[in-house]
């Protein structure tokens, strides 16, 4: 069992970073992947970063080169810092935990945070 917290979210203008952390329990942190999701309001929840328990990683189009997916295995948390943030990056950002066989969607996770809002002004 892992129980996951995220926290970092906030109001930025455009052009702004923030910098998400999640928080995981469990002794076991270190072997699961981790990934990032978003929930914008009326839309479906999506895929923005991965990153395996080995360390590989993979974004969505939209945010790479902009966001970039680690994790420090000693602190049991992994982060999600986003820069050059864009209106359309606003959204509730959703950490996960799991297997990762299907990183992409979020049907492939196994645990899941409360979530946290991140809003971009123009």
């Known amino acids: 069992q892992v129980q996951l917290g995220e926290s970092g979210g906030g109001l930025v203008q455009a052009g702004d970073s923030l910098r998400l952390s999640c928080a995981a329990s469990?002794?076991?942190?270190?072997?699961?992947?981790m990934g990032w999701f978003r929930q914008a309001p009326g839309k479906e929840r999506e895929f923005v970063a991965f990153?395996?328990?080995?360390?590989?990683?993979d974004y969505t189009d939209s945010v790479k080169g902009r966001f970039t997916i680690s994790r420090d295995n000693a602190k049991n948390t992994m982060y999600l810092q986003m820069n050059s943030l864009k209106p359309e990056d606003t959204a509730v950002y959703y950490c996960?935990?799991?297997?990762?066989?299907?990183?992409?969607?979020?049907?492939?996770?196994?645990?899941w945070g409360q979530g946290t809002q991140v809003t971009v002004s123009s």
């Open positions: 990153i395996s328990w080995r360390g590989g990683t």
């Open positions: 469990g002794r076991t942190f270190s072997y699961y992947s």
């Open positions: 996960a935990a799991g297997q990762g066989s299907l990183w992409r969607t979020p049907e492939g996770w196994d645990y």
